[in-house]
């Protein structure tokens, strides 16, 4: 069975934890119902941003299980890649079980496979597991280049039907994007600041941290792009490129839960190693905020 790419603005999820550290079911599917109302395209948990790094298997299961039961109509495409394939393969399977509607699989991180194995670790997925997969290239935080001719060889299998470029090298995304043309393919950018550019190159839309945040205007300027209406898109791209900076200033997800807190949607909780956002970005950040939504950036 061939899946259909995914196309326009999915929000990577927060995960919300109470004061000891526990997940926060209630107010992550409020967020997920929040979210689908703003007019996102789905919705994509326990990724990095989700912090699932710091995840059991079990809570991972259970967060996608939450999500998939608060939303009506959008997909949920849940995070599930390892660096260790035998996981991925356990994961993913029990992402599917639990209602998962697509996976993200990000490329093996430490290990620093060669292309051959990276090619092999995303096939084994793809085989096991009937359900349209995103393949992930973050190599600030795995170590590692997905290649281009990587990406294209896994285009052509049914389930693979994404890429998340989230490099920041254009030449590279575009190649992909070039090189990818008569496939079932799309590509997402990962990186706020070039969701436009990627999506003026022929992208598909996004998997955006920023659109926790801002999802109407993120869907607004995505939409428009896709649309053709550059000048509305460019706009759209102006106005928020201060808090598309802002949300990077630290390390993902620190800035983007700060955020989240300010505009009253969670607590800004986070699983150590992580630390919260510094006094000095946090003022930076609601100033930005209070630029966006004067009313809705709650006072220091």
């Known amino acids: ?17 109470h004061d000891d550290e526990s997940i926060d079911f209630q107010t992550l599917q409020a967020n997920a119902r929040r979210l689908e109302r703003a007019g996102v395209d ?9 912090e699932s790094a710091t995840m059991t298997h079990d809570e991972h299961v259970e ?4 999500v998939v039961d608060a939303v009506d109509d959008v997909p949920v495409i849940a995070g599930s890649g390892s660096n260790n394939t035998r996981e991925a393969l356990d994961l993913s399977r029990r992402a599917e079980a639990a209602g998962a509607d697509g996976l993200l699989l990000i490329s093996p991180y430490y290990n620093k496979p060669e292309p051959d194995g990276m090619e092999a670790h995303f096939r084994a997925v793809a085989d096991a597991v009937d359900l349209p997969q995103i393949i992930y290239n973050v190599p600030g935080r795995t170590g590692r ?21 989230a490099s920041g090298d254009m030449g590279r ?10 496939e079932t393919f799309g590509v997402l ?28 205007r993120c869907v607004a ?46 607590s800004r909780t986070m699983r150590p190693p992580l630390s919260s956002l510094s006094e000095a970005h946090r003022e930076q950040l609601r100033s930005v905020l209070a630029e966006l939504e004067p009313e809705a950036t709650a006072p220091a």
């Open 63 to 66: 967060v996608i299980e939450a």
């Open 145 to 165: 280049n997905i290649e281009v001719g990587t990406a294209v060889n896994l285009a052509a299998h049914p389930n693979v039907v994404g890429y998340k470029a």
């Open 221 to 266: 300027m995505v939409g428009a792009a896709l649309e053709g209406d550059t000048d509305r898109a460019r706009e759209l791209h102006y106005e928020l490129g201060p808090l598309f900076r802002t949300l990077f200033v630290e390390t993902n997800p620190i800035p983007v839960k700060e955020a989240m807190a300010m505009r009253g949607h969670m």
């Open 189 to 216: 950018s990962g990186d706020d600041a070039l969701n436009l550019p990627i999506v003026a190159t022929g992208g598909t839309g996004c998997i955006s941290v920023a659109a926790n945040v801002e999802p109407e």
């Open 42 to 50: 789905g919705l994509v948990p326990v990724g990095t941003t989700g």
């Open 173 to 182: 995304i575009s190649e992909v994007i070039e090189r990818t043309r008569g």
């Open 1 to 17: 069975m061939t899946h259909d790419p995914f196309t326009g603005v999915f929000p990577a999820m927060t995960t919300p934890f």
